[in-house]
C-alpha cells in the first residue's frame, strides 16, 4: 500500500508554488520521489521552494507564471514538455481572495468581478485545457483546489465563492470528459489553513478565535495538505476521479465555520 504512495519517476506542476499550500503541496510531492516544476508570479519565492525540492534530491524547474493569462500558462506546459519530455500531474493551485474580498455586491465592480474569477476559475480550467492537450494519450493526474466557501456562503467573499463552487464542477465536468483518456481530476478543498507560521499576538489570536468554532479545535497548518496532494496524484487514488475533498477539521460538516459577519449586529459587521 505504501508503494502506491511512491511518486518516483514522476514530474509534478505546481502553480501557486512558492509559498502556502501550493510550496508544501510541492514539498511533500518531492519527499515522495516526484520531479516539480514550480510555477508562481513571484520568481523569488518559487526558487526558494526549488531549491529545498534539489535538497531533498530531487529535480526542481523554476518558470513564472501568471496563471490569469492563459498564453502563460500554455507556455508553461510547453516548458516542461521541452525540458523534462513531459510530465503526469498538474496541481492548479494558484488562486486569492481578489480585490473584491470584504466588499458588500454594490461596491464590487466589473473588474474586481473578473479578476476575482480570473484568478481562481478561469486559472483552472487554463491549467485543465493546456495540460489536457499533452495528457490524452497518455493518462494523467489533474488536480484543482477550491475552499470551504465554495460550498457555503460568505458575505465576506462573494466572487471569490462563486469562483471556487465554479472551481468544484469544473472539476466534475473534467472528470466525466477526461475519463476515456485515463486522465483522474479531483479537487482539494481547504478550510481554514495558516498559510505561513504566525507571531503576532493579534494573528495568534485571531486563528485561537477560528479555531474555537472548528470541531477539531483549530485551525489547518499548510503541511497538512501535502499528504492528500500525494494521494490523489499517485496510484494509491487509482479509482478515485471526479471528488471534491473537504480538509477543514470538520468545519463544514459541523456547521461552525463563520460566514464572516453577525447579522444580529447589522449588514457590513464583521462577526468576532
Given at each position: 500500500m505504501l508503494e502506491s504512495l511512491r511518486m518516483d519517476g514522476r514530474r509534478v506542476i505546481v502553480t501557486g508554488a512558492g509559498r502556502g499550500l501550493g510550496r508544501e503541496m510541492a514539498l511533500h510531492l518531492a519527499a515522495a520521489g516526484a520531479?516539480?516544476?514550480?510555477?508562481?508570479?513571484?520568481?523569488?519565492?518559487?526558487?526558494?521552494?526549488?531549491?529545498e525540492i534539489r535538497q531533498r534530491g530531487q529535480r526542481a524547474l523554476v518558470v513564472p507564471t501568471d496563471v490569469t493569462d492563459s498564453r502563460q500558462v500554455d507556455q508553461l506546459v510547453q516548458r516542461t514538455v521541452a525540458e523534462w519530455g513531459g510530465f503526469e500531474v498538474i496541481i492548479a493551485n494558484a488562486g486569492g481572495g481578489g480585490g473584491s474580498a470584504g466588499k458588500l455586491v454594490n461596491e464590487i465592480s466589473d473588474a474586481d468581478w473578473r479578476d476575482t474569477l480570473d484568478t481562481n476559475l478561469s486559472s483552472a480550467f487554463y491549467c485543465a485545457r493546456a495540460?489536457?492537450?499533452?495528457?490524452?494519450?497518455?493518462?494523467?493526474?489533474?488536480i484543482t483546489v477550491a475552499s470551504g466557501t465554495a460550498l457555503r456562503g460568505d458575505a465576506r467573499l462573494i466572487a471569490y465563492g462563486a469562483a471556487k463552487a465554479g472551481v468544484i464542477t469544473l472539476t466534475q465536468g473534467l472528470a466525466t470528459q477526461l475519463a476515456r483518456y485515463q486522465i483522474r481530476v479531483n479537487c482539494?478543498?481547504?478550510?481554514?489553513?495558516?498559510?505561513?507560521r504566525i507571531e503576532a499576538e493579534d494573528e495568534i489570536e485571531l486563528a485561537r478565535r477560528q479555531g474555537a468554532r472548528i470541531p477539531a479545535g483549530r485551525v489547518g497548518e499548510a503541511w497538512e495538505l501535502g499528504p492528500l496532494a500525494v494521494y490523489l496524484a499517485s496510484d494509491a487514488s487509482s479509482y478515485v476521479t471526479g471528488e471534491a475533498f473537504v480538509i477543514d477539521g470538520g468545519g463544514l460538516a459541523g456547521g461552525l465555520a463563520?460566514?464572516?459577519?453577525d447579522v444580529t449586529a447589522g449588514i457590513g459587521q464583521a462577526a468576532t
Open positions: 520531479d516539480v516544476v514550480c510555477a508562481a508570479r513571484t520568481s523569488e519565492q518559487i526558487e526558494g521552494t526549488a531549491e495540460a489536457s492537450v499533452h495528457l490524452h494519450e497518455r493518462g494523467g493526474v489533474i482539494i478543498v481547504p478550510g481554514f489553513v495558516l498559510q505561513r463563520p460566514t464572516g459577519w
